[in-house]
């Protein structure tokens, strides 16, 4: 009995065992054994301890701000694909540009539907654009014979108009120069390009 009390008062944090427990030692052991352990987990339960009520306040502002701000945007994938599409505008125009220089030949930009663009080439020097422009790595996308951008669902395009690229890169096109496209969804830019250059870039304000 002695010895398995003093494995158990050995468990025990310290400040649960007092000198008064050394009695239990005694031929009292049987009956003070259990007060002692329960003594010990009493003190052990009350020195943990919890959150404060400034933390819980903290985490709670923190949780609000993320779920008025964030997770707003994060669900709403019309954002996203907004600016995904402007930059996939301004991307196909410099290839569209590039390529003009690159081949010698004219590169066109069509927008048959709203939102969506087709670019087309010359088969020979100084001529019309009258076959599909291939990708970048050389292919057509499956099932289409022209270089050709959808744009999401929802997404549409203002202020586009027929482009041509010729062979010195210059861009031609109807209205004044620079031409601004913007696209829906996505304020914070709107598509530009110089005639005299061909320069193809993004700006609040063209």
Request: aromatic share 8%; charged share 10%; net charge neutral.
């Amino acid at each position: 009995m002695k010895a398995g009390l003093e494995v158990i008062l050995n468990a025990l944090p310290a400040e649960a065992v007092d000198h008064s427990s050394e009695s239990c030692l005694g031929s009292q052991a049987k009956y003070c054994m259990h007060n002692v352990f329960v003594s010990g987990v009493a003190n052990k339960q009350l020195s943990q301890h919890g959150f404060t009520l400034v933390e819980l306040i903290t985490v709670m502002v923190i949780v609000g701000i993320v779920s008025a701000i964030a997770l707003p945007r994060i669900l709403d994938r019309g954002s996203f694909d907004s600016r995904g599409y402007y930059d996939q505008v301004i991307s196909s125009l410099r290839y569209a540009q590039k390529t003009a220089i690159s081949q010698r030949r004219t590169v066109c930009v069509t927008f048959p539907i709203t939102g969506g663009m087709e670019l087309t080439t010359a088969s020979n020097f100084g001529g019309a654009c009258n076959t599909g422009l291939q990708n970048p790595t050389g292919t057509y996308p499956a099932g289409q014979t022209t270089y050709t951008v959808d744009a999401p669902n929802g997404v549409t395009l203002t202020g586009a108009v027929a482009i041509s690229f010729d062979a010195l890169g210059r861009a031609s096109f109807a209205g004044a120069s620079p031409l601004s496209i913007s696209v829906s969804g996505f304020a914070a830019g709107n598509v530009c390009i110089e005639a005299e250059t061909g320069y193809v870039y993004g700006r609040a304000v063209c």
